[in-house]
């Protein structure tokens, strides 16, 4: 039976059109893998057969596709996972329909799936069509807030260079007020910790700040919480990457997303990187606006990642 590092890697690639699928197909191209795009399924028997390829795969297969079904998708998935020379993950890109609208609006191209009716429900048919993938992925990117800059450097962070899987950590802070984050695996609530919004010269600051980060490390509960957070995450992260998972987000929330999150989100960050996980970190809502109209600004992003000696660098 051949190595992990010797069997052939292939990436399917899905998701609703305009959600950055080709985006990624490209990122992952320029990561070494040969890419082939639209491919009918069909074709993958044919295209496998004989010696496992020497390059990595990524295989682009949406709606479009001929003969799509994404049942079939998932047989297919399922039948390389049990083949010793195959290493195989399901990539789903996925966004928000109000974005996807909003995308096809600006530029102004009907929807593939309906292109004698509105871009809104060509984007409802696509979903349904591709709900069953979006609960079997082995990665999952809502590409909503996200550029294709962005989208590329996520996918650089979840593939190895050379086209072995590793598993990336994301660490990311959130507003409750504002929802859940999509594709969250682990979600914490530090709403029970004190709230630096209430000190008038913490107000305005948020938890990347050390002076925000003593003030909720003040708390008397705080102590007991990051140590047994750690101590979880401890002994789920090498049992997720021994079997096989790509990417784990670990997702810290308070009421207004700005202190207990982001310092709960900035000290556990931190830790993983000094382990040597690879990891990047993410603060949904910080930068948001607190005005009483509370405009979106966007997300701001910062990276931590491991050297691979053994220390941790912050980017």
């Excluded at 994404?70 to 966004?95: G, N, T, W």
């Excluded at 990347?208 to 002994?235: H, I, K, S, W």
Aim: a negative charge.
């Amino acid at each position: 039976m051949p190595t992990h590092t010797q069997r052939a890697h292939v990436v399917f690639i899905t998701g609703p059109s305009g959600a950055g699928r080709t985006t990624a197909i490209n990122a992952l191209e320029d990561l070494g893998f040969e890419a082939i795009d639209n491919l009918p399924l069909s074709l993958l028997p044919r295209l496998l057969e004989g010696a496992p390829p020497d390059r990595p795969l990524a295989l682009g297969i949406d709606p479009r596709t001929r003969n799509f079904d994404a049942f079939d998708l998932i047989s297919a998935h399922e039948r390389l996972q049990k083949d010793p020379d195959f290493a195989v993950d399901l990539v789903y890109m996925d966004c928000e329909p109000e974005t996807l609208q909003r995308r096809y609006s600006e530029t102004r191209r009907r929807h593939p799936l309906a292109p004698d009716a509105t871009p809104a429900e060509g984007i409802a048919m696509e979903r349904d069509m591709l709900a069953p993938l979006r609960l079997h992925a082995d990665v999952l990117i809502d590409t909503t807030n996200m550029t294709p800059h962005r989208t590329r450097e996520e996918l650089g962070r979840f593939f190895a260079r050379n086209g072995a899987p590793k598993m990336a950590v994301q660490v990311m802070s959130f507003s409750y007020k504002r929802g859940l984050p999509t594709g969250a695996d682990l979600v914490f609530d530090c709403r029970f910790l004190r709230n630096p919004h209430w000190q008038p010269d913490l107000r305005a600051k948020d938890g990347r700040g050390p002076d925000v980060q003593a003030y909720v490390a003040a708390d008397a509960r705080f102590e007991t919480f990051r140590t047994q957070v750690n101590e979880m995450l401890d002994m789920l992260l090498p049992a997720f990457k021994e079997e096989g998972k790509s990417h784990l987000t670990v997702a810290f929330g308070c009421t207004g997303g700005r202190h207990r999150s982001v310092s709960l989100a900035e000290i556990i960050s931190t830790r993983l990187a000094e382990q040597g996980w690879q990891v990047s970190k993410r603060h949904r809502d910080v930068d948001r606006e607190t005005s009483i109209n509370d405009r979106d600004r966007g997300p701001v992003t910062w990276a931590a990642a491991s050297t691979g000696d053994g220390e941790a660098k912050l980017t």
